[in-house]
Structures are given as structure tokens and as C-alpha cells.
């Protein structure tokens, strides 16, 4: 990581909280998988367009070794907003016992009034933008792409009530996986 970042937030002795949202789709991640010969699967997809919009956090204590993971969820078809971003660091503050150093892409939403806002009110809270077009800089990137594709590659659930308990079954598990989400981290290449 930049020695500069890190060296402040160990002056700090602040968690380091790397930030990123994505969506989940009824239409399934397709993957090469194995059939009998002439007999293709098919998925069938209820409403292709039907999704479901996270928003997760890896936190790395003041130690450097303690991960975690912290995820929300929005409502059905609902995009996120400034105010569900304010909301999210809300949740993100009372679960961090510390100072945090906030670290997350330079998307226009992270820039709305409300999140603005809600970082004037909070001070124990600095941000270091990633650069642009960096998400593989992003450790929460790499749990994005592990529930997508190697958890629910082929996975074609019948309803978002039913992708929603999926995505909420797998983000749970990960989160009492410290080791995999310490891999996530090292497959950034930044250094703690």
C-alpha cells in the first residue's frame, strides 16, 4: 500500500476500510459445466433484469492482521444513492471501534451532498481515494467476482427473495473466513 497512507493511518491507529458496492442479477453468471451429449442445459430466468445492489466493506484492524467483512444490502431494483452510501458508513462507524482510513474508488455518488455531509460531521474518518480505474487495487472487488463466479456461477434462483437469501448466505460466510479475505487483500498486491 502507499507507505504515505499506511503511515498515517498507523499514526492514527486507524482501521483501514476498503469500500466497493456491486449488483446481483437474476440472470445467471453462465459457466462452462458439464452435460450429457445432446442435452444442452438451459436456464430459464423469470426477469432477467431483476437485481439486487450490495455494498460491502473489508476492514484490517489497527494491528494489521484482523479482517473483517460488512455488507448491506438494498431493496429490490434500487440503486445506491448518496444517502444509502451515508447510511452504509453509518453502519460502517458503529461497527469499527476506531478511527478509520476510508479507501474506495472515485465513483460520482461518493462525491454527493449527503456523503459530503456526513464527512464534515465525522472527522475520525479520512478518506484516501483509490485511483481511477484501479478496482484491481480494491480487495472487495475480489469478494464481488468470488460469490459471483465461484459461488453462484450457473445459479439461477426463481425470484430475488431467493437470490437475496443467496447473496446474504454467501457474504455471511464469508465473513468468519479471515484467511480468504486476508487472500483477497494479498491478490491486490498492496502491502500492510
Not at 502507499?2 to 498507523?10: E, F, M, Q, V, W
Amino acid at each position: 500500500m502507499a507507505t504515505s497512507i499506511l503511515d498515517r493511518a498507523d499514526r492514527r491507529r486507524a482501521y483501514l476500510v476498503f469500500v466497493d458496492e456491486a449488483g446481483f442479477m437474476l440472470a445467471p453468471i453462465v459457466r462452462r459445466t458439464w452435460a450429457p451429449r445432446g442435452c444442452t442445459p438451459v436456464i430459464r430466468v423469470s426477469e432477467p433484469h431483476g437485481r439486487i445492489s450490495a455494498i460491502g466493506a473489508i476492514t484490517i484492524g489497527p494491528n494489521r492482521r484482523d479482517f473483517g467483512l460488512h455488507f448491506h444490502l438494498l431493496a429490490d431494483n434500487a440503486n445506491f444513492k448518496g444517502d444509502s452510501i451515508a447510511s452504509f458508513l453509518e453502519e460502517m462507524r458503529c461497527v469499527v471501534s476506531g478511527p478509520i482510513t476510508l479507501l474506495w474508488d472515485q465513483i460520482p455518488v461518493h462525491f454527493a451532498v449527503p456523503v459530503r455531509k456526513y464527512f464534515a460531521k465525522h472527522r475520525r474518518i479520512v478518506v484516501e481515494p483509490l485511483p481511477q480505474y484501479a478496482p484491481e487495487l480494491n480487495p472487495v472487488d475480489y469478494v464481488w467476482s468470488y460469490v459471483k463466479y465461484a459461488r453462484l456461477s450457473n445459479y439461477c434462483p426463481r425470484n430475488l427473495n431467493e437470490l437475496r437469501g443467496r447473496v446474504t448466505e454467501e457474504l455471511t460466510r464469508l465473513q468468519g473466513r479471515a484467511d480468504l479475505l486476508g487472500s483477497f487483500f494479498k491478490h491486490t498486491g498492496l502491502t500492510l
